[in-house]
């Protein structure tokens, strides 16, 4: 005799079937991770809007979907990259009239809070690093070395200021004030993206804010950058139910990745070539200063 009662699997198996089943909410997690813009000699790898375009219009294809997660990880990068991205993202969400939660893991820091206010809520963990709301450029200065060396620098150059910054030439006073005046602009145009997105959810003075300064996501609350702090599988549940269906987008980065060794695996040389060893190896080392600046 075969049992039919409610909890037998026959039951369980008819109400899966049902067509009047509802079905559970679906959330698309985008995966955001990494230094964004296009870093090493290749100029192919980081986080752009070429490289998520794709990944961005799949997170938003479904007609069920309750919401879009954003899982970031970014210490920042290229502003430019950091504004596209963004705005696609916000494109989709008004077209599409769904609510954008971001989630802050290690680190949204510099152009990774920027992807961050692209959602209409962010939370983090007690313990990540948030902010740094400011714009830096770096490089080194490498005429005490050649004059040391013997070496004479010979640039040829039509436009007087087309040389500019030229790690091989003392800096000039006009050359860096140039540079900062770029970067006020570039600064002006992140403070507008945080003051649009977060409004009056900011608890403090500009000055404080926007110094380029970084915090815990506990502080970060209380600045009002970040609207609560909770996991994202606990806060999905609390919001749309224990039932919600998350679909992944983007790869789970790899265990070599997340010790922060796979910048120099990637530099290093296989098969014997060793043509490019150099260059890469630098821009592994400027990728690794970059996240350790945050002590990851």
């Not at 997170?59 to 997660?69: I, K, N, Q, T």
């Not at 790899?254 to 120099?264: C, E, H, Q, T, V």
Request: hydrophobic share 40%; with cysteine.
């Amino acid at each position: 005799m075969i049992e039919t009662g409610p909890g037998t699997p026959i039951a369980s198996a008819r109400r899966r079937l049902s067509p009047f089943r509802k079905r559970p909410p679906l959330v698309s997690v985008l995966r955001l991770g990494g230094v964004i813009g296009r870093t090493g000699p290749g100029r192919g790898s980081g986080l752009t809007i070429d490289s998520l375009e794709r990944a961005i219009d799949r997170a938003f294809r479904s007609r069920r979907l309750a919401a879009v997660a954003l899982a970031v990880n970014s210490p920042g990068g290229s502003p430019v990259q950091s504004a596209l991205i963004s705005r696609r993202i916000r494109q989709h969400a008004e077209n599409r009239a769904v609510p954008i939660l971001a989630f802050a893991e290690d680190v949204a820091t510099s152009g990774g809070y920027w992807l961050a206010c692209a959602a209409d809520e962010i939370f983090a963990d007690e313990n990540s690093i948030v902010g740094s709301i400011g714009v830096v450029s770096a490089g080194f200065g490498f005429d005490g070395l050649i004059a040391r060396c013997g070496i004479e620098r010979r640039l040829y150059s039509a436009g007087p200021r087309k040389g500019m910054l030229d790690p091989f030439r003392p800096a000039a006073e006009d050359d860096v004030a140039h540079l900062r005046n770029l970067q006020s602009e570039v600064h002006e145009a992140f403070k507008s993206h945080v003051r649009a997105r977060r409004g009056r959810r900011l608890k403090e003075t500009e000055e404080i804010l926007f110094s380029g300064a970084f915090w815990t996501g506990r502080r970060a609350m209380a600045l009002g950058l970040v609207d609560g702090l909770g996991e994202m599988r606990s806060v999905l549940h609390e919001r749309f139910g224990t039932d919600v269906r998350l679909r992944w987008i983007g790869q789970r980065p790899s265990l070599r990745r997340r010790l922060g060794i796979a910048p120099f695996l990637r530099a290093w040389p296989e098969g014997g070539a060793t043509a490019s060893i150099t260059a890469e190896m630098i821009a592994a080392l400027d990728e690794w200063a970059v996240w350790k600046r945050y002590g990851l």
